[in-house]
């Protein structure tokens, strides 16, 4: 993907927002960037260290931090993309689950796996649970122990 990148035309692109909008131009990197790329936008007001910042270093243009997740749905910034992510909790502590397990066991977590998966998110979700609690539940369970 990085000569792909290297060998796009980036004349005229006076933005990170428009040089990547034609690095998704090429479908070999639109596939994970129409996915990544929109969380990146909403945090883009954050330098490197985490410091808030209205504009680049040395430029005068505002950053823009909007953007459209993969289902369609827009956001203006930040505060926007955190609202829509707990309106979808579920899905997120779902998603964030079968991730750490598929880490955890070195593979992609398979059909005979889904029901386990979901009870222990149903589990979390109920008890209003955290971040702590859900790698606990994770490390604890027999999903993870039959490894």
Known sequence: ASDV???QNLRGVTSLKQRLERHRSDSACNICHRKIDPFGF????YDR?????EAYDGQNSAIDTSGELVDGTSFNNVDDL???LLDRE????KCLVEKLFGYARGRTMGISERQEIISLVEE???RHHGMRQ???AV???ELFMRR
Do not use: F, M, P
């Not at 909403?42 to 007001?45: I, P, V, Y």
């Not at 579920?90 to 502590?93: F, K, S």
């Open 5 to 7: 990148y290297k060998r």
């Open 42 to 45: 909403a945090l883009e007001a």
């Open 49 to 53: 260290i985490g410091r808030w910042r």
């Open 82 to 84: 955190k609202k829509t």
């Open 90 to 93: 579920g899905q997120l502590t």
């Open 124 to 126: 979390l979700q109920k």
């Open 134 to 136: 859900l790698l606990l």
């Open 139 to 141: 490390v604890q369970s």
